[in-house]
């Protein structure tokens, strides 16, 4: 890491509030940043801080502090740790952040919210979250390049019997495909394949086994 790279992204410029020249304000939270580390990254903060040289101080009072505070966070170090707000622990946390990351014109924070969505699926979410992540993954444009709607079809691929869950867990899936023509075609085209691929191994006396482990 080169030098003034590790300058703009220590964790003492992070913590102690030297030299800084900007002020966020959120419900009554303040954070003291560095215009150059939150601009460089920030199309709206550039955008704001541009109108003026004596522009010291932006408010943000429609956002959750605690999300707030794991942006700048992210500004600075590159990542967010999960656990440093004890609110946010699970899928809708990486959600939200991405959604600021939209706000806010941060793409590489909505580039790792979408990271970190991706490894929770690896790791074997829970049903509640892969359905949140479905619904949110058709329901916004993401980030290409890590093909999240295909996971997410792999996944349920894998726990088909999501569809006969006896808690309920079936109806977002069902009102899901109701309201997204997307998902509901990618879904008929998945079960197609995979019966397909059934009746193909009948048919030449194999037996198929669709359940296998991945």
């Known amino acids: 890491m080169s030098s003034t790279k590790k300058l ?37 903060f550039e955008a704001a801080c541009s109108t ?35 609110r946010y622990l699970h899928t809708h946390q990486h959600i939200a952040m991405h959604g600021l990351g939209e706000k806010y014109a941060i793409p590489a924070l909505c580039a790792h919210a979408t990271r970190m969505v991706v490894e929770q699926i690896r790791s074997y979410c829970p049903n509640p979250d892969l359905v949140r992540i479905a619904r ?17 079809l792999d996944e349920l691929d894998f726990r ?3 569809f006969l869950d006896p808690d309920e867990l079936s109806r977002p899936l069902v009102d899901l495909m109701q309201d997204n023509r997307s998902f509901c075609k990618d879904m008929l085209l998945r079960y197609l394949t995979i019966t397909m691929r059934y009746n193909r191994g009948l048919a030449g006396g194999n037996v198929v086994d669709v359940d296998a482990p991945r």
């Open 136 to 152: 949110w993954a058709y329901e916004h444009e993401l980030e290409k390049e890590f093909r999240l709607r295909e996971k997410v």
């Open 160 to 162: 088909a019997g999501l």
């Open 8 to 44: 703009l992204t220590s964790t003492s410029y992070f913590d102690n509030g030297r030299f800084t020249d900007l002020t966020l304000n959120c419900r009554g939270r303040e954070w003291q940043c560095h215009k150059v580390i939150v601009c460089s990254q920030s199309r709206f």
């Open 52 to 86: 003026g040289y004596h522009v010291r101080r932006l408010d943000l009072t429609d956002d959750d502090p605690d999300l707030v505070t794991i942006m700048i966070e992210f500004l600075y170090m590159g990542e967010y740790k999960p656990d440093r707000m004890k």
